[in-house]
C-alpha cells in the first residue's frame, strides 16, 4: 500500500503482486480501477494484459482477475472522475522511445482535471511540467530520474502536493509514470 483514504472500501494506490495460478471471483469497481502491469501477465475475460498494458476500467465495471504466470501490478483504485466512462488499453511497451536528449510525453488518458502520462527521457534530458491544483503521483518505471531531491530507481514511488510543478532530469534513459489526481466524486473514502 502506497496510499489509502478510507476504510475497507477506499481511495487507494498499491503496488499489487499475483502469484502464479492466481484467481479471484467476479467483483465490481463501483468508482473504477486503472493499473499498470510491470511485471508477469494479468488476466481476466476480457483479455490478457502483459507487462507494459496500462489499463482503466471505468466505474461501474467488473471482472475476474487472475494470473496463471504471475505478475505485478501498479493500481490505483477509485480515482475517476464523475461521468468518465473511457475503458481504455493500451500497450505501452509499443510506444517510441525519446531521441538523444529528449524527453517524449504519451498522453495515455485525459479526462477533467485528471491526465495520466509516460514520460521516456533520454540520458540527460529534463523536463519541467508546471503546477497543477490537484496532486501528482509519479511512478519511476525504469532508469535514475533525479526529482524533487530524490534519486527515483524502478518502482520509487512518489506524491507531489497540489501546486508542486514537476522537475525531472533522465541521470539515465528511463521511464516515468505520471498521474495528475482528478476531483473525486461522492465520497470514495467510505
Known amino acids: 500500500m502506497l496510499d489509502r483514504i478510507g476504510d475497507e472500501v477506499a481511495v487507494a494506490t498499491s503496488l499489487v503482486r499475483y502469484r502464479p495460478g492466481s484467481r479471484f471471483a467476479s467483483h ?9 502491469v510491470l511485471d508477469g501477465v494479468f488476466e481476466d475475460e476480457h483479455g490478457r494484459y502483459p507487462a507494459g498494458t496500462y489499463v482503466r ?23 475517476f472522475q464523475r461521468d468518465d466512462s473511457a475503458h481504455v488499453v493500451i500497450d505501452t511497451d509499443a510506444l517510441p522511445a525519446a531521441a538523444a536528449g529528449a524527453v517524449v510525453v504519451h498522453r495515455l488518458h485525459h479526462f477533467g482535471t485528471e491526465d495520466v502520462w509516460l514520460l521516456d527521457g533520454a540520458r540527460g534530458a529534463a523536463i519541467d511540467l508546471p503546477a497543477v491544483a490537484q496532486p501528482r503521483d509519479v511512478l519511476a518505471l525504469s532508469g535514475r530520474i533525479d526529482a524533487h531531491d530524490h534519486a527515483l530507481t524502478r518502482l520509487a514511488w512518489l506524491r507531489l502536493p497540489p501546486g508542486t510543478p514537476l522537475h525531472a532530469r533522465f541521470e539515465e534513459a528511463g521511464r516515468l509514470f505520471v498521474k495528475t489526481r482528478p476531483v473525486l466524486f461522492g465520497d470514495c473514502g467510505r
Do not use: D
Open 28 to 36: 465490481g469497481h463501483q468508482w473504477g480501477e486503472e493499473f499498470l
Open 57 to 79: 476500467n471505468p466505474p461501474g465495471s467488473a471482472h475476474a482477475p487472475g494470473s496463471t504466470p504471475g505478475c505485478l501490478l501498479f493500481v490505483k483504485l477509485r480515482q
